[in-house]
């Protein structure tokens, strides 16, 4: 009958000790899901802060181009393209 209490307590002492573990393990997935969030916007800011350097940067080499009159094939195809942007924009906007 000792052992039969012996093996239960073990038994309860392993169960504990599991539990305890579960407990530590969620605390630790519920930050690295917290940081795994923060991240993913981190990301997502940069991405946009990106596209929108992009386009500053096109809008830049246009401006150079035509401040110094060098291809100006290349720069009317790139304000023509710029305009359809904007006009598709538009028709978007109007429905």
Same mark, same amino acid.
């Given at each position: 009958m000792q052992? $039969? %209490?012996q =093996?239960? +307590?073990d038994i309860?002492?392993?169960i504990n @000790? =599991?539990?305890s573990q579960l407990h530590i393990k969620e605390a630790e997935n519920?930050? =690295?899901v917290s940081e795994l969030s923060?991240?993913?916007q981190t990301i997502e800011n940069l991405l946009a802060? $990106? @596209?929108k350097l992009e386009e500053e940067n096109k809008i830049l080499k246009i401006a150079h181009t035509l401040t110094t009159? +060098? %291809? +100006?094939t290349d720069t009317k195809k790139q304000i023509n393209q710029l305009v359809r942007e904007i006009d598709h924009c538009i028709s978007l906007l109007n429905g």
């Open positions: 052992e $039969i %209490d =093996l239960v +307590t309860e002492r392993k @000790g =599991l539990i519920k930050k =690295l923060q991240m993913s802060r $990106i @596209g009159g +060098t %291809d +100006t």
